[in-house]
Antibody, heavy 120, light 108 residues
Framework: QVQLVQSGAEVKKPGASVRVSCKAS????????VTWVRQAAGQGLEWMGW????????DYAQKLQGRVTMTVDTYTRTAYMELRSLRSDDTAIYYC?????????????WGQGTLVTVSP | EIVLTQSPATLSLSPGERATLSCRAS??????VAWYQHKRGQPPRLLFY???NRATGIPARFSGSGFGTDFTLTISSLEPEDFAVYYC??????????FGGGTKVEIK
């Protein structure tokens, strides 16, 4: 069965970087894109960006351009999201999600979420 | 940038009642809208894509409809497990996707 398993919770200081991983299983990894979405406490869902697991092409949300990098390792079937220059408002649960077979930018399987806390 | 506005922000209903959730786009988006259910401590769950195509495993009491700027998610008879936050999502050209602000369906 399809599974996306994310790395564990992180606590970081302002200005630091964090890298969250998302290991996929149960499907042909290069055939589907992976998106990253975050949710701050009490807030809605925020799209961060998308990466093709086939080509490595990316689309990033404009507000995160320059601070976020998404990559994939097809040998380990793992997607990564790195966020730099962390601020307190980056504290959130971060999710990876797989493209729906019907089309990109709909998401049918999600990781369990990774809590990233940014605190002095 | 397309903005999705969901209403109401909160819907207070009892089990067995009908829930009608609205998602309005700032400009026409065709049928490129999805709906997700999100419960605390869990990842979002896809309910519908392309406005009305039910995702795998979604019960028939859920239905999605709409085209252009107005979209609706209907739950015909609320079950206890349906109390959650619901988000609509648009997919487009740029930005590739946006989420609405969510509607919380709570027990009255």
């Amino acid at each position: 069965q399809v599974q996306l398993v994310q790395s564990g919770a992180e606590v970081k200081k302002p200005g630091a970087s964090v890298r969250v991983s998302c290991k996929a299983s149960g499907y042909t990894f290069p055939s589907y894109g992976v998106t990253w979405v975050r949710q701050a406490a009490g807030q809605g869902l925020e799209w961060m960006g998308w990466i093709s697991a086939y080509s490595g092409n990316t689309d990033y949300a404009q507000k995160l351009q320059g601070r976020v990098t998404m990559t994939v390792d097809t040998y380990t079937r793992t997607a990564y999201m790195e966020l730099r220059s962390l601020r307190s408002d980056d504290t959130a649960i971060y999710y990876c999600a797989r493209d729906h077979p019907h089309s990109v930018y709909y998401f049918d399987y999600w990781g369990q979420g990774t809590l990233v806390t940014v605190s002095p | 940038e397309i903005v999705l506005t969901q209403s109401p922000a909160t819907l207070s209903l009892s089990p067995g009642e009908r829930a009608t959730l609205s998602c309005r786009a700032s400009q026409s988006v065709g049928n490129y809208v999805a709906w997700y259910q999100h419960k605390r401590g869990q990842p979002p769950r896809l309910l519908f894509y392309d406005a009305s195509n039910r995702a795998t495993g979604i019960p028939a009491r859920f239905s999605g409809s709409g085209f252009g700027t107005d979209f609706t998610l209907t739950i015909s008879s609320l079950e206890p497990e349906d109390f959650a936050v619901y988000y609509c999502q648009h997919r487009g050209n740029w930005p590739p996707l946006t989420f609405g602000g969510g509607t919380k369906v709570e027990i009255k």
